[in-house]
């Protein structure tokens, strides 16, 4: 059952690139949140995608969100992912892809690679933003804008 707009952002846990717990109730419900789903550390669009996120990170946190990306890779890969790139967000390994199917996050390009899905939710929690695009360049804006859009 996939998340749809409205609908309350449900709890999950993960590890993150340092191997902490990282429980999505410290953000969700306190703060405005962007969650974005990845296929793959250290892909060309991928990179993009998180060095879009980090560019715009101050844009973010000066409307009082937090962004969290997850993929499939281990907490290994997205520490080398992060301190390449110097990427100042949380990512959250979902190596079982759990948290893709708990959200509804589909697999994209004929089932054959994981979605890259982006989703906004308020300070209550609630969904306000669904985007399924593989285009990684159009993800960062729509969110920061939808944010902002929150504010």
Do not use: W
Not at 6 to 15: Q, T, W, Y
Not at 115 to 129: F, P
């Amino acid at each position: 059952m996939a998340l749809e707009i409205g609908d309350i952002m449900p709890n999950f846990k993960a590890k993150n690139q340092k191997g902490e717990e990282f429980d999505s109730s410290t953000v969700i419900g306190k703060k405005p949140a962007v969650i974005y789903f990845y296929p793959k550390d250290f892909t060309p669009g991928c990179t993009k995608e998180a060095c879009n996120f980090r560019d715009s990170y101050q844009d973010f946190q000066d409307a009082g969100a937090e962004v969290i990306g997850i993929s499939g890779d281990s907490e290994q890969s997205h520490q080398k992912f992060a301190k390449k790139y110097q990427l100042p967000f949380v990512l959250l390994s979902d190596a079982s892809g759990k948290i893709r199917k708990k959200l509804g996050v589909k697999k994209s390009l004929l089932g054959l690679i994981p979605g890259r899905e982006t989703l906004v939710i308020d300070a209550k929690g609630v969904v306000q933003m669904k985007f399924n695009n593989l285009d990684a360049s159009r993800h960062m804006k729509k969110a920061l804008q939808k944010v902002k859009d929150l504010g």
